[in-house]
């Protein structure tokens, strides 16, 4: 039985499934929470250390280490594969106290080679290691419906793995081997891009031949042209309620982690000699808007007003 559960990476999508996780376990185990930026841990440590019979109910970790020496379940949550090597390979890292009783996800979205690493150094250690990157952004991590791409080196892994997942999202999908889940993860990402790219070049072409953008996405979203981008995510100020671009792209998917993972989609197609013109062409626009201080904290949708301001 699982005595603490710990969570490494309380950012935009971190924070809403630790909450999850939290809120799904809080009866049979403790919590153990770690970010290099602490004011997000002593938010969390505020708002969910409410038991006053158990004043150690949820703790802040002063590193990963600590983590591992307190919690037999750890889920991580980092921006890129370098954060990745550093929580768990570095000083005061995971690994230092990892053991056979440890089970640890990883659901960052990084290289597959990194994924591979991870999983091969941990599994020398006896640890069960997954890797479990997401789908469906900070909308789907708060209502806990995310899609999880899992690689694992056995089913029972899997299994093992997924009463947790399944606290923080709707569909776990087993994708084979450990680095198969970034595998699917880097190739939907791929399409997201691009199709982000496509849905604000639409809207932008609309609008500015005299179209009203709502009326022009309720049409599209009965057409052929339909998509994810269009209909769930539109980046058009004002067609949705609840859009990062309706908030003015705060939140939501950061443009540097979009061209992190065109990146990573890119580097991958060099490597199996896949052809991806139109992911590269992709990488280079978040690439500059990523290299813009006005965009480069901005959910990626902004796409959209980067063409909104171009003549
Ligand atoms: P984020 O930048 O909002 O959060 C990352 C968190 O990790 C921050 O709180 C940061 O302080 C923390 N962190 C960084 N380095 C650390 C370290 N060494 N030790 C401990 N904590 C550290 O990023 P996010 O949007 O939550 O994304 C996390 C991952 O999920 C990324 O790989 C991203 O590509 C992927 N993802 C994001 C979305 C989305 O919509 N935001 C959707 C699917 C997948």
Redesign the pocket.
Known sequence: KVKRIGF???????LPMAINLFNGFKHEADFIV????QK?TSNFLRDHNTDPNNKEKVKAAKS?LEVAQEATVIVT????SQ?VE??YFGKDGLLEALGENHIVMD????DQSMATRVAKVLHEKGTKAIDA??????GGAQAGTLTFMVGSRTNADFENAKPYLEKMGKNIVYCGTNGNGQVAKICNNMLLGISMIATSETMNLGVRMGMDPKLLAGILNTSSGRCWSSEVYNPCPGVLENSAATRGYTG???IP?MA??LRLAVNAAVETKSTVLLGALAQQLYNQMAANKNYEHLDFSAAYKWLSENE
């Open positions: 490494i990476g309380l950012g935009n999508m971190g770690y970010d290099i930026n997000t990963p949550m980092l921006p890129a954060h550093g929580v659901a960052s979205t990084i990157p997401v789908s469906g952004g900070t939501g998917f950061g982690l992190k993972d």
